[in-house]
Structures are given as structure tokens and as C-alpha cells.
């Protein structure tokens, strides 16, 4: 079946303006994650949603990050008034949690942002 | 806090030869899977392999099999017959099904160069 998208695959933006990524993810999988990745830092978790219920936004490094998940499904990050370290890949991935394979995540190709 | 440490920033190996990724992570908790992600240069995270904490029995996946030491919270890699397909920065990664937080913990990555 299809797998985690992301779109746009990649964006340049200039500093100060806002960003929104968007990830679907693998259909009926409950869990969605967005993570990101720069060459400095590795990988570092932003944000979880799980069903219905409040999402984990601990990860989140500002008030300028946001993401909200719509009907279960698409999710949207947005990064507002960016700046030049926002610069980095953003991925996202699902995981059914339910089930045999329950903790797997799978994961986007990624966008890569580019702040100028 | 969980932490996962690749102590090894960079490999190669000869391809149809052996090799073997480290991975070290530290944790109070019972209740968690590892796994070892493959992402090539076209960015996409691909998992390899995963290991259920409460185990013994190391998983095998065809030409990759782990180490796992749970008492040394050692996880390794090993890769047999490398094949060029191969190449890719390989992250360790922890995940606490036991804990409220849903995210993986990843290391910095080991890039490994399998060579003709």
C-alpha cells in the first residue's frame, strides 16, 4: 500500500516568513510524529498525535512551531516568522499502535526547508 | 531521560564482508523496543530491524541480526555479505511503550561506506 508523504519535498523560504509542511500519513494508522533533522542536532522529536487525543508538543522548540492533524489524518506543520536555524528536514511518520507491529514508525521522505 | 549513544560517526567495509554498527543507550525502564533505521541519500527512513526489550533471543532480519545485551543496554548491528545497497547512515533508536511519551529516541548516526 501507499506509504507516509510529505509535501513539498523541498523549500526555500526567507527568514521571517511562514512555512506550512504537510505529511499523510500511511492510511489507519492512528499515531502521527514529526521530527526533525539538521546536522547539528540529529534527530530531534517536535510533536505526537495519538487518536483523538491532546497531542504531545513537548518537543516543539518555540512558540512559532504549531502542527494540528485533521480528522485523524493529514497533518500540517507550520513554522511562523522562520528563521535561519529552522533550516532542516523535517519528517514525519505514522505507526498503527494497535496490533501485532504496534511501535513501528514509519517514516516520510521528508521536506527539506531552507531558510535564506 | 533516555539517551542512545553511536560511538562510531563514520565506517566502511568492503563489500560481501562483514560489519558490525554499535549502539549503547541508557534507560530505568522495563518496557521498551529498540530498532536500527537505514536512511539512504535519498533521505527516506527505512527500518531494518527491531528488538523487544523482554527478548532474550537476539532478532534476525536476512543478512542483519542484532547483538542485544540487555543488562548492558548494548544493541549492535551486524551486517553480513555487504552489498553496495547498503550505504547509508544507519540510527539506533529507543522507544518506551511503557512511558506517556510516544517518540523515538534516536542516536547521531553511524554512516557506513560499503565499498566495490
Known amino acids: 500500500g501507499a506509504g507516509v508523504s510529505q509535501s513539498p519535498s523541498n523549500k526555500v523560504t526567507e527568514k521571517g516568513k511562514d512555512v506550512e509542511l504537510r505529511c499523510d500519513p500511511i492510511?489507519?494508522?492512528?499515531?502521527l510524529y514529526w521530527y526533525r533533522q539538521s546536522l547539528g542536532q540529529g534527530l530531534e522529536f517536535l510533536i505526537y498525535f495519538q487518536g483523538n487525543s491532546a497531542p504531545d508538543k513537548s518537543g516543539l522548540p518555540s512558540d512559532r512551531f504549531s502542527a494540528e492533524r485533521t480528522g485523524g489524518s493529514v497533518s500540517t506543520l507550520t513554522i511562523q516568522r522562520t528563521q535561519q536555524e529552522d533550516s532542516a528536514v523535517y519528517l514525519c511518520a505514522s505507526s498503527p499502535r494497535g496490533g501485532g507491529r504496534t511501535y513501528e514508525q514509519y517514516f516520510g521522505p521528508g521536506t527539506r526547508l531552507t531558510v535564506t | 531521560a533516555q539517551t542512545v549513544t553511536q560511538s562510531q560517526p563514520e565506517m566502511s567495509v568492503q563489500e560481501a564482508e562483514t560489519v558490525t554498527l554499535s549502539c549503547t543507550y541508557d534507560t530505568s525502564e522495563n518496557n521498551y523496543y529498540l530498532f536500527w533505521y537505514k536512511q539512504p541519500p535519498s533521505r527516506q527512513m527505512i527500518l531494518v530491524i527491531r528488538?523487544?526489550?523482554?527478548?532474550?533471543q537476539n532478532a534476525t532480519e536476512n543478512r542483519f541480526s542484532v547483538n542485544f545485551q540487555k543488562a548492558a543496554k548494548s544493541f549492535s548491528l551486524k551486517i553480513s555479505d555487504s552489498q553496495l545497497g547498503d550505504t547509508a547512515m544507519y540510527f539506533c533508536a529507543f522507544f518506551n511503550y511503557g512511558g506517556s511519551q510516544g517518540n523515538l529516541i534516536f542516536g547521531k548516526g553511524t554512516k557506513l561506506s560499503v565499498k566495490p
Open positions: 528488538q523487544e526489550a523482554y527478548k532474550q
Open positions: 492510511s489507519g494508522h492512528t499515531a
